[in-house]
T-cell receptor, first 113, second 113 residues
Framework: DTGVSQDPRHKITKRGQNVTFRCDPISEHNRLYWYRQTLGQGPEFLTY????????KSRLLSDRFSAERPKGSFSTLEIQRTEQGDSAMYLC???????????FGPGTRLTVL | QKEVEQNSGPLSVPEGAIASLNCTYS??????FFWYRQYSGKSPELIMF????GDKEDGRFTAQLNKASQYVSLLIRDSQPSDSATYLC?????????????FGQGTTLQVKP
């Protein structure tokens, strides 16, 4: 399977704990996006990488959120001091420059108790 | 404010009928438009995208774009129960070089046997 992969698929944590999610994009894709989706809503953009550079961050991304893509391949999204409002599906998507289609991974469902 | 509007539904159609899903967007300068299908608990799956005014057909799906009216629609011919899902409209607003997508909240389609 050469699609976008995400790990873990589910994460349950207690309020105040830190969590980290991983995304592996389609191998030839240089662009990587993180989105967050809550029940009944469409995905909301969080941040975007082109190769290893983080080029845009949403105002939704508070100081507790950080994302990296150190070698321009996989990416990690860390949430520090989780809050119940962080409970959501975290989606990763990838694409290539000049090719508009974005393909999504299966998502990581986060539940903060 | 960059917005994508969809009627949340549910839209109910009988099997074999044509389902028509609609989407409006706020920025007349938008260039590319996407339709995703999302089954409950799963991630969005790209159906098709459209750039130019008019129709674009792919199998049972037809996307229609009217930039003057800031309106994009998706027609599903010969609807099947397996088409029952949430359909997300997404727009790449200018400046469009990042590929960032703004999503509507989605329309739930129910195809009844």
């Amino acid at each position: 399977d050469t699609g976008v992969s995400q790990d873990p698929r589910h994460k349950i944590t207690k309020r105040g704990q830190n969590v980290t999610f991983r995304c592996d994009p389609i191998s030839e894709h240089n662009r990587l996006y993180w989105y967050r989706q809550t029940l009944g809503q469409g995905p909301e953009f969080l941040t975007y990488f082109q190769n290893e550079a983080q080029l845009e961050k949403s105002r939704l991304l508070s100081d507790r959120f950080s994302a990296e893509r150190p070698k321009g391949s996989f990416s990690t999204l860390e949430i520090q001091r989780t809050e119940q409002g962080d409970s959501a599906m975290y989606l990763c998507a990838s694409s290539s420059t000049g090719i508009p289609e974005q393909f999504f991974g299966p998502g990581t469902r986060l539940t903060v108790l | 404010q960059k917005e994508v509007e969809q009627n949340s539904g549910p839209l109910s159609v009988p099997e074999g009928a044509i389902a028509s899903l609609n989407c409006t967007y706020s920025d007349r300068g938008s260039q590319s438009f996407f339709w995703y299908r999302q089954y409950s608990g799963k991630s969005p799956e790209l159906i098709m995208f459209i750039y130019s005014n008019g129709d674009k057909e792919d199998g049972r799906f037809t996307a229609q774009l009217n930039k003057a009216s800031q309106y994009v629609s998706l027609l599903i011919r010969d609807s099947q129960p397996s088409d029952s899902a949430t359909y997300l409209c997404a727009v790449n607003f200018p400046p469009s070089n990042t590929g960032k997508l703004i999503f509507g909240q989605g329309t739930t389609l129910q195809v009844k046997p």
